[in-house]
């Protein structure tokens, strides 16, 4: 009895792991992401899609509804250096050598994203610790 228990334990915990990763192709682990793809950010189904289009880098954050949370402002060509990283604070860090650099900064008071252009470096001095290791060549 105790073997079927843990088996439908098993399976259970299988299936709910496996609809937790809706579209996903790839489990975000803490790195900066550098190839297109969908990418599960959070346990509660928020999303990273990055798509290569006509030669630029599109790039939407969707939470576990479907809802687009943020989209790409700015044109990024797909031939030049670029990076995301995804922080402690849910906020979303934009790294592009041809554009310069951004902060999809989260509004917990608000709600929503808040976009924040950095030009070409990212300003040391704002920048929450956790992220100062993953975004290194794009720090002044």
Not at 38 to 46: E, P, S
Not at 88 to 104: F, R, Y
Request: glycine letters at 8%; one cysteine or more; a neutral charge.
């Amino acid at each position: 009895m105790k073997m079927i228990i843990n088996r439908i334990l098993l399976i259970l915990l299988a299936t709910i792991a496996l609809s937790c990763t809706r579209d996903a192709d790839k489990i975000w682990k803490g790195s900066t992401i550098g190839d297109p793809g969908k990418y599960q950010l959070t346990d509660n189904g928020l999303m990273l899609v990055i798509s290569i289009d006509n030669g630029l880098v599109r790039y939407e954050m969707i939470d576990s509804l479907g809802n687009i949370l943020l989209k790409n402002q700015r044109n990024i060509g797909v031939y030049q250096k670029w990076a995301f990283y995804f922080d402690q604070h849910e906020s979303l860090w934009v790294m592009s050598s041809d554009i310069g650099n951004a902060w999809w900064k989260k509004d917990t008071n608000r709600g929503g994203y808040e976009y924040i252009i950095m030009d070409y470096l990212f300003d040391k001095s704002i920048i929450p610790e956790d992220v100062h290791t993953h975004v290194g060549g794009f720090i002044k």
